[in-house]
Structures are given as C-alpha cells and as structure tokens.
C-alpha cells in the first residue's frame, strides 16, 4: 500500500498543473483490526480507498481528476447511472480486466462484466464486505414532480474494513432508512443541492444514526460550515470538510 501512495503522489507532484490540483487529494488514514485504511477525497462524489494493497475507486468523475495516470482499480464502487457517478470512459481509464465493477441494474445496460446490487443486498468481493443500501429523494423533485432520485434505483454502499464501517450514501435524502443505520465509523453524506440535501437534513440524519467521523461531500449549492454549526453540541460526532465539491 506505502508504494502504492509513493506512485500516487509521485505523479501529482508532477501534474501540478494538471486538471486535478494537489489540494484536491487529501487522504486520511484511519487504523483498523484489520490494518490501516486510507481514503483519499478527490472531488465531487469521487473517492479513493486503500486497504491491504488494493485500490477501490467510488463514482470516479472525469471532470476533478486525470484518472489516466492514477493506480488501477482492484475494486470500482458505482452508485447510480447520473453521468457525474456514472462516467465510463474515465471508469475505463482504470478499470483492468481484473477490476470488480459493482453497480446498479440500470448501470448494468451500459456495461459487460459486472456485479449488480439491489437495495438490501450483502456480498464479498476480494475480501470486502459490501452492503448495498437504499438512496433516493422524498422531498426534492423535478418540475414534473418525479424525484430526482426515484426510490430502488440507485445505491449508497457500507464497506466492513477490519472493525470499521463506512457508509458512502450516494445521492439521496434523509430517508427512514438511512436514520435505522447504526455502528458506522465513517459516513459520506451529500449536500449537491437541489438534488440531495440541505445541511439541515445531513444533521438530521447525523443525529440519528450517529457516525463517529461525518464528512458532508458532493455538497455543489451548500456550504459545510453551515453543517459544523448545526452539529457543533454533538460532541460524539466529528465534523470533517474536505473539497468535494
């Protein structure tokens, strides 16, 4: 894994003017039963975890990285079939014909080679555990009142490294389901407004499920801050902001 970031930030250092700047890729690194994990924020939905040597990629996006010259995937995460989750040919970029691709079904038609996962399932690719969880939109809705998100469609992921649990939720609201989690570590949750949530709704779910290390992200149209004040007394729950926009 050391070599593996060596590489990573070898190449930024070389790119500095490339289409990601160096301040974009903040990694950090949490130890569990298993050994160390580091995820690394990109932009956007985009993120990079390391565990035991392997690389697994969540909704890469061409548009805040140059994923030609980023390590190869071992394991690529993709939440739903929107064009800034879903990108295909940046995926390509780091896709091997060893990569596990886990997607959803409408993904699926776009694509060979593939897992599917419904809402509700659990399965273990290289090792990880995988839990595919509900994500879509109650009260944010287009012009023809459909939601932006239609319940059964897209994926939020929880990961099981070692001891640790790590919730990655997708582009989705608040829902039921979301505030019945419990024992999650790490938890991404999106402020990409309209589209997701309000800093208000993040709290909310916050409050009820309780992550120990919260990080607001794909928050294009709401500013974090506003998050840090909404849960500045809930002292068991820390607030992390990153760019990712």
Known sequence: ??????????????????SFAQEHFVSDKFETSDGELVIT???????????????????????VADYSIMP???????????????????????????????????????????????NGDAITIQDLKIEAVPAYNIVHKRD???????KGIGNGYILTFGDKRIYIAGDTE?????????????AFLP?????????EMVADAARAFRPKILYPY???GADPDD???????????????????
Request: hydrophobic letters at 40%.
């Open 144 to 150: 023809n009142n459909q939601p932006f998100h239609p």
């Open 218 to 220: 794909h928050y294009s």
């Open 227 to 245: 998050l840090l004040h909404l849960l500045q007394h809930e002292k068991d729950i820390e607030v992390r902001i990153r760019n990712l926009q």
């Open 1 to 18: 894994m050391n070599k593996l970031l060596s590489i990573f930030l070898f190449f930024i250092l070389l790119c500095p003017f490339s």
């Open 72 to 118: 190869k995937a071992d394991i690529i995460l993709i939440t739903h079939e929107h064009y800034d989750h879903f990108d295909l040919p940046t995926l390509n970029k780091v896709r091997t014909d060893k990569t596990d691709i886990v997607l959803t079904e409408t993904c699926a038609k776009q694509i060979h080679g593939a897992t599917i996962m419904h």
């Open 41 to 63: 924020s990109i932009g956007h939905a985009s993120l990079m975890l390391a565990f035991h040597g392997k690389i697994i990629y969540v909704d890469p996006f061409g548009k």
């Open 191 to 199: 402020m990409n407004l309209p589209y997701t949530m309000t800093p």
């Open 174 to 186: 608040n829902i039921p389901e979301m505030k019945e989690l419990r024992h999650i570590d790490i």
